[in-house]
């Protein structure tokens, strides 16, 4: 039931009529307008049209949108390529050619009329396929669903290789036989899928679905998805420029590798890929590392740590020995340095012995065994011993002077 | 040197390569202790084993989802 004969019933005849609303009324344009415009906005033919005609009564809006309509030798209909669609239209509208325009129709009150909606023009003489899929890559392009920015690495070294494939074609008996002979410590997932012909489009995105949803034990998913097909007709490889299968790609957890026909058919799902292989071996390739490869790398690393081990045990070696001749050569000066010291000290010894001041000429005068020092600790008639360098003399005081200080006192 | 015990042994290709390629750096970059030497040569020797095993012993495993098992004509083209 439309909107508009709710309201019908609902002012008419009330919330419980059940009397045939088609009874006649007099309808406000509004109502007649909405009415036409749900009417052409529900209809599946004027939602989706494409339209060959000539353009003429072009104008552009200083908005950047393009008004013009779309003639033959029977009559015209009325378009607009507003300015965001116009940016990323196949053609814009010039005078007089021939176009063909993708669009919807709806009605528009204020003109009273019907107009197409374009959103994309193309050259007239283009097939209708190729013109889809231009507008489909255009549309995609826009959402930007084929930046280089949003493609993924792809992991060096995958453990769990998702696939979606023909489960009986050649594609998965190749990359099996290519990954066992290079890249044998991967687990392979397998999602079998028609990949041409109709529901291909929705086994490839049910498959992907497995194949994002899929756990191992140990709780990890996929490290990557591989999509793949072998070479076909243009007809055959449709099925990956069906918007539903990129978009899947798109939405993929897991970063996918596509490998879809020969070298030369570029799909939408190629584009939407984080990784195009150009041909399904290829891809096998592209997706993992040549163990065989990485073994000789191995044996490298093996040798590399080896000689490296042994200069560093050579360095040690030559360490130990110059730490040696160091030591050795820093005993010795030790040892002199020591020498050394012990002379002077000898020297300053012997000037500090008696027997050389004697030698000098001095004397030393003792009383009852202890060296005189002071004349104050004698008195006349004490006996003195008085030692020379060459035997003593004992002598008696015969008077004692002290020094004059002493007299202060 | 602070680390007890040696390092877990690694199960996986990418784990052991990793590990022996770290080892390598180590020796290269030098300044080592001559224990700390020998303890990185024996642990690479045991990592490129590792490595050589690893590969020896692989077995590409492949698992197929899907429910349907229906066989479908064989078609070498797709």
Not at chain 1, 228 to 245: H, I, W
Not at chain 2, 47 to 72: G, H, K, N, S
Request: charged share 25%; hydrophobic share 45%.
């Amino acid at each position: 039931m439309t909107h508009l004969e709710f309201s019908w019933r609902a002012e008419v005849y009330g919330a419980e009529a059940t009397a045939d609303p088609r009874q006649p009324r007099v309808l406000e344009v509004a109502e007649l307008a909405q009415y036409l415009d749900e009417l052409v906005g529900g209809d599946g033919l004027l939602q989706d049209v494409w339209l060959r005609g000539e353009v003429s009564n072009l104008f552009r809006s200083a908005a950047g949108h393009y008004y013009f309509s779309l003639k033959d030798e029977v009559g015209q209909i009325k378009s607009i390529l507003f300015r965001g669609s116009a940016q990323r239209s196949a053609v814009l509208p010039t005078a007089g050619t021939a176009v063909v325009a993708h669009g919807r129709m709806r009605f528009y009150p204020p003109q009273g009329a019907c107009e197409l909606v374009a959103d994309m023009l193309f050259p007239e003489g283009m097939g209708l396929a190729q013109m889809q899929f231009e507008a489909l890559y255009r549309r995609l392009q826009a959402e930007g669903l084929f930046d280089e920015g949003r493609k993924r690495l792809l992991p060096p070294f995958p453990r769990r290789i998702g696939v979606v494939a023909s489960e009986t074609g050649a594609v998965i008996h190749d990359l099996i036989t290519v990954l066992e002979r290079r890249y044998p410590v991967a687990e392979i997932v397998f999602a079998p899928s028609s990949v041409q012909g109709a529901g291909a489009a929705e086994q490839i995105v049910e498959a992907l679905g497995l194949l994002n949803l899929w756990r191992a034990e140990d709780g990890d998913g996929v490290d990557l998805v591989v999509v793949a097909r072998g070479g076909g007709s243009a007809d055959d490889l449709a099925t990956f420029n069906d918007e539903a299968v990129v978009r899947a790609i798109f939405g993929s957890r897991a970063p996918v590798v596509s490998a879809v026909g020969h070298e030369v058919d570029v799909t939408l799902a190629d584009l939407v890929a984080d990784l195009r292989a150009p041909t399904p071996s290829a891809a096998a390739e592209l997706i993992a590392p040549d163990l065989r490869v990485l073994l000789q790398d191995v044996a490298a690393l093996r040798g590399q740590a080896r000689r490296l081990a042994h200069e560093q045990l050579a360095w040690k070696r030559a360490e130990v020995g110059t730490l040696s001749t160091t030591l050795a050569r820093d005993v010795s000066h030790r040892l002199a340095v020591a020498r050394e010291q012990v002379a002077g000290w000898t020297l300053q010894l012997a000037a500090l012995s008696p027997a050389a001041t004697l030698k000098r000429g001095y004397a030393v005068a003792e009383v009852g065994g202890r060296v005189l020092r002071d004349a104050a600790d004698v008195r006349p008639g004490d006996t003195l011993r008085v030692r020379l360098d060459r035997g003593a003399v004992d002598s008696v005081v015969a008077a004692v002077t002290l020094p004059e200080e002493d007299w202060a006192f | 040197m602070g680390a007890p015990g040696p390092d877990p042994e690694p199960t996986t290709f990418e784990e052991a390569y990793r590990a022996l390629q770290a080892v390598v750096d180590q020796l290269q970059s030098g300044g080592l202790g001559l224990e700390a030497s020998v303890e990185l040569y024996e642990r690479g020797m045991a990592l490129a084993r590792r490595c050589e095993e690893i590969v020896e012993q692989a077995e590409l495993r492949v698992t197929r989802l899907a429910p349907d098992d229906a066989p479908r004509p064989l078609d070498p083209s797709l």
